[in-house]
């Protein structure tokens, strides 16, 4: 069974300061998802990452894929206070699995002005 | 454009009782996807209908089913409700049924059981 873990789950930091956020998976797969959500909010689609050494970056955001360590990371860049929300990553199992997404925990981030 | 319209967003029903929630998919948008979120389990992953047909089914007991119109918006139907089946439900469309579509979510029904 496919499993997703994300680490950490809780991240508090200062404004200004850069973190990543780490995302394993148990299985092959080159199909990784990041999302957003905001308390009480639906999931925000941030990247789409399809294939091994990937890489894509918005604002202070950045993602990564490296699919043979089955890892995928989010750094965050000089955090602001409106960064602070709860990030999923999410992988597709592909062929004969589409439309299923197999999420993270989630790790809710914190930034203190 | 407009998003993907789940309806409604607010729901509180009482133990045994059945409900049924709605998702208006992404104008073109043909695979929608069901998910449930829960503090404990987290984003579930319920069914999935292209065209109509259920492709593919989470782990979950037969009290949770679904359908697919021809206009591509679906439903959901959970019957004999238990205080468990209390979450959020998430509603995800997509362009095409084929691996590496991007999903975008609705913003959810709140189901209560109370």
């Known amino acids: 069974e496919l499993k997703v873990e994300q680490n950490p789950l809780f991240l508090s930091m200062q404004e200004g300061k850069n973190y990543t956020i780490y995302c394993n998976y148990s299985?092959?797969?080159?199909?990784l998802y990041w999302y957003r959500q905001d308390p009480g909010k639906s999931l925000e689609s941030l990247f789409v990452l399809l294939s091994n050494g990937a890489v894509k970056q918005e604002g202070r955001l950045m993602a990564s894929l490296d699919t043979k360590a089955r890892l995928s990371t989010l750094h965050i860049t000089a955090a602001v206070h409106d960064l602070s929300a709860t990030y999923f990553c999410?992988?597709?199992?592909?062929?004969?699995?589409?439309?299923?997404?197999?999420f993270g925990q989630g790790t809710t981030l914190q930034v203190k002005p | 454009k407009a998003g993907v319209t789940q309806t409604p967003r607010y729901l509180i029903k009482t133990r045994g009782q059945q409900v049924t929630l709605s998702c208006s998919p992404i104008s073109g948008h043909r695979s929608v996807s069901w998910y449930q979120q829960t503090p404990g389990q987290g984003l579930q992953f319920l069914f999935e209908y292209f065209s109509e047909t259920q492709r593919n089914k989470g782990n979950f007991p037969g009290r949770f089913s679904g359908r697919q119109f021809s206009n591509s918006r679906s439903e959901m139907n959970v019957s004999t409700l238990e205080l468990g089946d209390s979450a959020l439900y998430l509603c995800?469309?997509?362009?095409?049924?084929?691996?590496?579509?991007?999903?975008?979510f609705g913003q959810g029904t709140r189901l209560t059981v109370v």
């Open positions: 995800a469309s997509s362009a095409n049924r084929g691996s590496g579509t991007e999903a975008f």
């Open positions: 299985t092959t797969s080159d199909r």
């Open positions: 999410a992988v597709d199992l592909g062929s004969g699995n589409t439309g299923k997404l197999i």
